[in-house]
């Protein structure tokens, strides 16, 4: 059995992959990762054993603006990344059995047209619920494309953002069908999607709401439990002192990296605990030269949430899913996409506090952190990460073993 794996997305939306390759792996499949070619993504497969072929450009030059502008903006990068991850699969595809395919709409159409000249299964898998259609919740914008403030009706919002999504993306997708001998979709988004799209998420932190028009096989959150071990000067730093607070944006850059670490800092220390800051690719760093701080890189973060007494993040779902599983409270400050709706989840599941907007002041944050550290917080906590479901990539390598079997 051979399977491709891929994901034009952040660390977050890469991660799953690992947990579902190695299980599939364990299966007896040989697997292939296509993903952006930034070395952390490579490194992280090269641990586990799996093969990735960089496709397209990469995510973090993009998201931190080292990459310019390209003339044309969003349609232009959709165009390259349809293209790229057409040929990226094509590439290491032959005598594939399955494509599963995470992360953007372009990228996505590029698989799905991919499957479709090879003839071979393909699936779709989303990591947040409220990226698929369904009558309780809204879409989240289209680039351009803002919601109607008029309409409440969410069935007319996912309605119209099919029209959104056709008219971002259809043409450079049925420009590139074009090309390759492939018939127009009128209707890109559920092309891509599927009628039975998979949900990578764990039920009790991100469930699928039913009744809903679309059917969603929802497997649960692809993850792996993570051996690597905590930098030694970590671990002293952890054993010095009472569990400090995390602080880290993932993949989300701040506008003023300097001031935010400031502000993190000072709201951490008047908890009267410690801080151990995540770079991330906002660069953070310390505020002072004290030696309450401790400033991090690549890290085994299941490790480490583990030590911690709470974690403050940006609420994507990588951090997220790994901050609930390991029963660590949580402040969310959510930036936008799909971050909202995770610390949502936060404050609905009683594991922690949604700060109020995305710009952390020593004041704010603080206010959010004193009702993440109250003991009733860490008690539900840890009662939610005993309930986390984690056999979602078993069970994911298992459905794609069956059908190809059925």
């Known amino acids: 059995m051979r399977v491709v794996l891929s994901a034009y997305d952040s660390r977050g939306g890469v991660e799953p992959l690992v947990g579902l390759a190695v299980r599939l792996r364990e299966r007896g499949a040989q697997v292939r990762v296509c993903a ?9 497969l090269a641990v586990v054993g799996v093969e990735m072929v960089p496709t397209g450009q990469s995510v973090r030059d993009l998201v931190t603006g080292r990459t310019p502008p390209s ?17 990226g699969v094509m590439s290491v595809a032959e005598g594939c059995d399955v494509l599963v395919a995470t992360g953007l709409v372009p990228a996505v159409a590029g698989v799905r047209a991919a499957a479709e000249k090879l003839g071979v299964r393909y699936v779709y898998a989303s990591y947040q619920p409220i990226s698929l259609p369904s009558p309780h919740h809204p879409p989240m914008p289209r680039p351009g494309r803002p919601l109607r403030s008029d309409v409440t009706d969410n069935r007319v919002l996912w309605e119209q953002d099919a029209v959104d999504a ?19 979709v009128d ?30 096989v929802q497997t649960g959150a692809w993850v792996l439990p993570d051996e690597r071990p905590l930098p030694a000067d ?30 993190v800092v000072e709201a951490v220390r008047a908890q009267g605990r410690r801080a151990v800051i995540s770079r991330g690719w906002a660069d953070l760093g310390s505020a002072d030269d004290q030696d309450d701080c401790f400033v991090v890189g690549e890290v085994n973060h299941q490790a480490l949430f583990r030590r911690v007494a709470a974690v403050v993040h940006h609420g994507g779902a990588g951090t997220t899913t790994t901050a609930t599983w390991a029963g660590a409270p949580q402040v969310v400050v959510a930036q936008g996409g799909d971050q909202p709706y995770f610390a949502g989840r936060v404050v609905g599941l009683g594991i922690g ?3 109020e907007g995305p710009t952390p002041t020593t004041e704010s ?18 009662a939610v990460a005993g309930a986390f479901r984690t056999d979602g990539a ?13």
């Not at 952006?36 to 992280?44: G, L, N």
């Not at 003339?71 to 040929?87: E, N, S």
């Not at 056709?166 to 127009?184: C, D, K, T, Y």
């Not at 002192?241 to 400031?262: K, L, M, T, W």
Request: proline letters at 10%.
């Open 166 to 184: 056709q008219e971002v993306f259809g043409e450079v997708v049925n420009a590139h069908r074009a090309s390759i001998g492939l018939p127009p």
């Open 36 to 44: 952006p070619p930034d070395e952390e993504f490579a490194r992280r």
């Open 187 to 216: 209707n890109v988004r559920d092309h891509v999607f599927t009628d039975l799209p998979w949900l990578a998420t764990d039920p009790t932190l991100a469930p699928w709401q039913r009744p809903a028009e679309l059917d969603v």
């Open 234 to 263: 970590l671990v002293e730093f952890l054993d010095a002192g009472a569990p400090p607070v995390y602080v880290g944006f993932g993949s989300v850059p701040v506008r003023d990296p300097q001031e935010v670490a400031r502000a």
């Open 71 to 87: 003339p044309g903006g969003v349609v232009r990068r959709a165009a390259d990344l349809v293209a790229a991850f057409y040929d």
């Open 353 to 355: 506090a949604e700060h």
């Open 365 to 382: 944050l603080s206010a959010a952190l004193k009702v993440a550290l109250a003991p009733e917080v860490r008690e539900r906590a840890a």
């Open 394 to 406: 078993a069970v994911a390598a298992e459905l794609l073993v069956e059908g190809l079997g059925r």
